[in-house]
């Protein structure tokens, strides 16, 4: 089965990088607060917490309410360039996948392009992010006093603790997750959009606001439920201290085995609820931005201009 290519033509991916940058900052700003809480549940193995409501209330009462916001700026920074990357490659891999003489996409090209871009984002942006938060987070959870003074500090002090390969701690399951997550999004989202809307890339269509939030939530679910283990062995690789040369995790498949003898099968769905509740809503949010942006540039330069 392949995909029939409208005549148009393609959205650059610059335009799709602008656009996906755009979306990330708005959803930063919206829903930091659940990013927090979700960290804090999977760092949690001592039970402090008794869930999503409990551990916002908890971080409210004893940090403030602005502790719900504390990475705002790293946080917006990294979706920003995160999506940037993420809709650029995978328009750029799926041009390259295309057949060169129909401009066909076939099912699987699309979602080894959603892979594909998932792994990229992974490796040169989520992981060493993700690693710098982890790493604040739990130092605070072990009451040990740490004074970072921005990202840049905060990857020079787990250099200088852990060494370079620290920025990339838990890279495995990230690439994993990442590249999962990512290729069922893109695949799910082009579907949700042909099925409920009968939209195209490039057919002069420009969703509505709700139509792009719809479609980009519904795509959003998937991921964290069949991505849950990678994400939680991922949390727990990236915390872990390397400074005495032990750790309790050797790897990925090490630290899932270990969850699941000391903890239980559902320990590695650890927050898969406030996923739930940050991920749908998130690309809920991008994509009703993304859409927009990417059909303006249909509707000036693409259907307005001579062929």
């Not at 409208?6 to 940058?21: F, Q």
């Not at 003074?149 to 990339?168: D, N």
């Not at 540039?297 to 307005?304: A, D, F, P, T």
Request: a positive charge.
């Amino acid at each position: 089965m392949v995909e029939q290519n409208p005549k148009s033509k393609s959205i650059p991916p610059h335009v799709k990088a602008i656009a996906g940058s755009i979306g990330g900052m708005v959803e930063a700003c919206c829903l930091q607060p659940i990013d927090v809480i979700k960290t804090r549940l999977q760092l949690d193995r001592s039970g402090s917490y008794r869930g999503i409501i409990h551990c916002g209330a908890t971080i409210v009462q004893t940090e403030g309410v602005r502790a719900l916001w504390k990475g705002l700026t790293p946080f917006a920074t990294h979706l920003t360039l995160k999506y940037a990357l993420r809709m650029s490659s995978n328009a750029v891999l799926q041009a390259t996948f295309r057949d060169p003489r129909t401009g066909e996409l076939s099912h699987g090209a699309r979602v080894l392009a959603g892979f594909g871009a998932g792994v990229i984002e992974a490796l040169v942006i989520v992981t060493p992010f993700e690693v710098s938060a982890n790493f604040i987070a739990a130092k605070r959870i072990n009451s040990r006093v740490v004074k970072v003074q921005g990202p840049v500090h905060c990857a020079r002090t787990i250099i200088r603790e852990e060494g370079l390969r620290g920025l990339w701690a838990g890279a495995a399951p990230t690439v994993m997750r990442n590249g999962i997550s990512q290729s069922a999004m893109f695949t799910a989202k082009n579907a949700f959009d042909r099925v409920l809307w009968d939209k195209q890339e490039g057919d002069g269509k420009v969703l509505q606001p709700w139509q792009s939030m719809t479609s980009g939530f519904l795509a959003g679910v998937a991921g964290p439920v069949c991505t849950g283990p990678f994400d939680v062995v991922k949390t727990r690789l990236m915390a872990q201290s390397r400074s005495r040369g032990e750790v309790k995790y050797k790897g990925m498949v090490h630290a899932i085995v270990t969850i699941y003898k000391e903890e239980r099968l559902r320990a590695l769905w650890k927050g898969l609820l406030p996923r739930l509740m940050r991920i749908p809503p998130g690309q809920a949010i991008m994509w009703t931005v993304a859409d927009q942006v990417t059909g303006f540039y249909e509707r000036r330069y693409i259907h307005n201009s001579p062929s």
